[in-house]
């Protein structure tokens, strides 16, 4: 799980964000940050992708650390999420379909099917950070932005006093405008739906 006791971070790693350079940069990429049968049988997902609330089940001493996240924007993010499922050959239909069906078929899933079938790649990202009833207080989680991610990278330098290094890693061939996506109208709609939260949260918009 993305922990580091020396420099006292704990990164709340939203998938497709570009979390693995910040795991690897902190010494996170454990094997235990992966796949393990009982941890996936736990909380549905690998612990690399755990919630706040999820992590702070598994770590008692979870509110000494500093918490983090990156945040990306929705409509950027699914693209991304599109061409890496596309890229490993998940099951059909969805690594063989145009963008528009996977958007219609993806986000129509129940959660307790979705989310384990994605490692959580899909679900909203306010989902991740939020406290619900968590017993505990601390200062809210720093949120670094995906769209700035330099300035990202400096914070973590400033707070572990390290030069850090970040590897630029699954860099994908995929146009950069991911705006092109969304030509069609019903498209944008079942996003701007599903991801109704995190746009008005963290500022984002098409």
């Known amino acids: 799980m993305p922990i580091s006791r020396e420099h006292g971070l704990c990164f709340i790693h939203i998938p497709k964000t570009g979390g693995s350079s910040i795991e690897s940069a902190l010494g996170m990429k454990r094997p235990g940050c992966f796949w393990n049968p009982a941890d996936q049988s736990r909380h549905g ?9 999820q992590l702070r089940a598994e770590i008692p001493d979870l509110p000494r650390f500093t918490l983090f996240t990156m945040v990306r924007n929705p409509f950027d993010r699914l693209v991304s999420e599109y ?5 490993i050959n998940r099951p059909a239909p969805f690594h063989c379909i145009d963008f528009d069906s996977f958007v219609a078929l993806a986000l129509r899933m129940p959660e307790k099917r979705r989310r384990p079938f994605f490692d959580a790649h899909l679900e909203p990202q306010y989902r991740f950070i939020r406290r619900g009833l968590l017993p505990w207080r601390r200062p809210a989680v720093h949120v670094l932005r995906f769209e700035q991610i330099q300035d990202g990278f400096d914070w973590l330098r400033h707070r572990t006093g390290c030069e850090l290094v970040f590897p630029h890693e699954l860099k994908s061939s995929r146009p950069r405008d991911y705006r092109g996506y969304y030509r069609k109208p019903e498209t944008r709609r079942r996003v701007e739906a599903f991801y109704a939260r995190d746009l008005r949260e963290f500022g984002y918009a098409l």
């Open 45 to 53: 997902v690998t612990p690399q992708h755990w919630t706040l609330a």
């Open 83 to 87: 061409h890496h499922v596309r890229e």
